[in-house]
């Protein structure tokens, strides 16, 4: 670990032009402490912890892309859809900025799931990390909000009709259901002001996000950063963030953002919804409604509950449980690594979400809810039920002393 | 010792290897972030649809002799002025080296009745008065700025004030007697 | 070893929802016959004879119905039109503007700069010529519907009679790749309905080809612009993580991990 000052060494007009700053506003070493030389993170660090980086920089190409659509964009319901297309036939580079900011909302939560089950696998949620977890379900939730705000502003079929469908969640509510809904749209169905106000706050929450990313961060700076061992890492088994995990982290990007541009150049539509090129229509529903795919979990577990109140409480539940996460996991050991029981049903939790997935893209018919029923009910059972108890009863393998103890041994 | 000074050499050479790679690697992404930020620029520029309404036709049939209008070009007032022949001649017998833009009348009417004219004051993008017949024109029958007050000849040329040059005068070409393609 | 796993896993946990979606929507339709088109692949383009060929076919048969709205006369430049055949062409068409000193809107002729004449003035008029159904804005259509260009191809060549014991309802054709197999669009393609200046074949399947090929230069203009600059772009990343991938490897060298 480096015991150097931050900024240039030496004597050198630099050093002086640095400290004179410093001593006024001394932002290069608290970036220094943050991200750079003065952050000490476990050397330990495996890829699945780049995903932290690569959803900052696609909060980035988000936020740049947005800037630029919004200058040609008008939301206005009988030219947003116009737009949208002239941002696709005659702005410069048009086509490419909304291909990237379309295709970057399903990346942005690609990288987000990774960095989630990552830090659950890894058991990064628990003690002293829970406030640092908290807040993260708070960035997924204005995750959320952003994109669906987001994906109606082109004012396609799927915009309109998912905005209805998903404002009308809150007519569940009894007695004032109506009247917070009517409140959303500013009239008696989705229209004009709807999409008014849905881009005002599209353009808003994006900063809400950064401003969580900053608590985040500084969260994450009070304990430093957990590991793939999950116990307490040792000051001689930690190294400064520059240039080792900055490096990494550049690494990681690299490939991410190959994968990312083929999406984006060869498959630009593949995530979307046809029907979303067809301009909104009131009076047509279209045959089969579907939210992105991001949401169908959660969408399979609205639709699996036949009762209206209750369908919307689980769908919210199943995201707001996770803020009990720390104490429903009753296990003192973190990482998954050394608990046998608790990757068996880790897995399998996966899966259940995949099969709710699945279950929330196909029309509901059939077999189709009672999948959805049984997956709802394993989806409450694993937190509820399965965490606490396999904390209990579960016995963990041996943890290794320090860092250094596994990685030294492997390398003997 | 041979061993260590063989050492040091490796590590010499290894710390090169490490410094261009370091440098190659800093550098391309130094410029795949400015190409990557270059559409972006570039989409802030006239859109392909704009472009393409970058020219109009005008008819100057309608404009009596002595009579100016006022049209729509690339969103800023183009001026037409039909001169009578006063103003064509006051507008070439000013001596030009005296002008503040030296130019002269013959250059920039390529018709003598006809003068055109973009109606943006070149001090700060004001639209100049005297195009309707009960505008103040100025001393010099031309123009007048009502915002800092830069005055204009019957050539749009400046004369007084605080305008640098001399009203633009647009590409145009003259399809037949009385139709003209601005742009 | 265990890291490199974890990195494929995490490339393949990328792939999954690209793929996913669109495998689950497929299976809700008809299984589509794939066509060859020009501009599938790494770095597909047009042929501009067939969009050519494809712009006819839509002038003389499809644009009495069907509206182009997003398309503008100056974006056949892009057909391989010259700018004096394209001035001609819009020449061609009237449009509305004004109003005019009097107050009055007037027809002119069109300019590059206009977009293509609707075939009817509102919904309303559409649907009555049309016995009650909307023909769809076809400036989109390619990129609407599910299978995208397969399935514009087939839908135009799909019509056949009906199975014995499928009741039709009036005014409605069986086509075998629409769904619900009612359609309210009559047959259209058929041997021989347009004949091509440059002598190329016109049976109905190549009619359907070129026009659909047509359409989806009208649904996705910048498509050779995507492939091209994507290739350039795609290939500069890679080499960037092949770098960053050997720098990583250099400054970790000492770090035991």
Known sequence: MSTEKSGPTGKSAWRKAYEWHEARLPIVSWLDHSLGTKYPVPRNLNYWWNFGSLAMFML?????TGIFLAMNYTPHVSLAFDSVEHIMRDVNYGWLIRYMHANGASFFFIVVYIHILRGMYYGSYKSPREVLWWIGILIYLAMMATAF???VLPWGQMSFWGATVITNFFSAIPGIGQSIVTLLWGGFSVDNPTLNRFF?????????IVGLIFLHIWALHVPGANNPLGIDAAPADKIPFFPYYVMKDVFGLGVFVVI???AVFWFPNALGEPDNYIKANPLQ????????????PFYAILRSIPNKLLGVILMFGSILILFALPWLDTS????GNFRPVFRIFFVTWIIDVLILGWVGSQPPEGIIPTIGLIGTIWYFIHFAVILPVVGWLETPKPLPASISQPVLQAAE | MANTAHAHAADAADETRRDFLLHTTAAMGVVGAGMMVWPLISSMNPAADTLALSSIELSLAGIAEGQRIKALWRGKPVFVSHRTAQEIDEARKVNVAELRDPQTDQVRAKKPEFLIVVGVCTHFGCVPQGTASTEVRGEFGGWFCPCHGSVYDTSGRIRRGPAPLNLEVPAHTYINDTTVRIG | MKKYLLAAAAVVALAIPSVLPTSLRAAEHVELPKENWSFNGVLGGFDRAQLQRGFQVYKDVCAACH????????NFEALGYSEEQVKSLAAQYEVEDGPDDSGDMFKRKAKPSDHIPKPFANESMARLANGGALPPDLSLITKARVGGPDYIYNLLLGYEEPPAGFVMNPGSSYDKYFPGNQIAMAKQISDGLVTYADGSPNDAAHIA??????????AEPKLEARHSTGLRVTLYALIFAVLAYLTKRRIWKNIPH
């Open chain 1, 149 to 151: 705000l987001g994906y």
């Open chain 3, 67 to 74: 509206s182009l709205n997003y398309v503008s006369f100056r």
């Open chain 1, 260 to 262: 990312y541009f083929i």
């Open chain 1, 332 to 335: 003192r050991v973190r990482s």
């Open chain 1, 60 to 64: 980035a190409v988000m936020i740049f």
């Open chain 1, 200 to 208: 005002s706050l599209h353009y808003l929450l994006p900063f809400v």
């Open chain 3, 209 to 218: 080809k070129d026009v659909t090929a047509f359409l989806h230069w009208a």
């Open chain 1, 285 to 296: 529903t279209p045959e089969h409604i579907v939210p992105e795919w991001y949401y169908l």
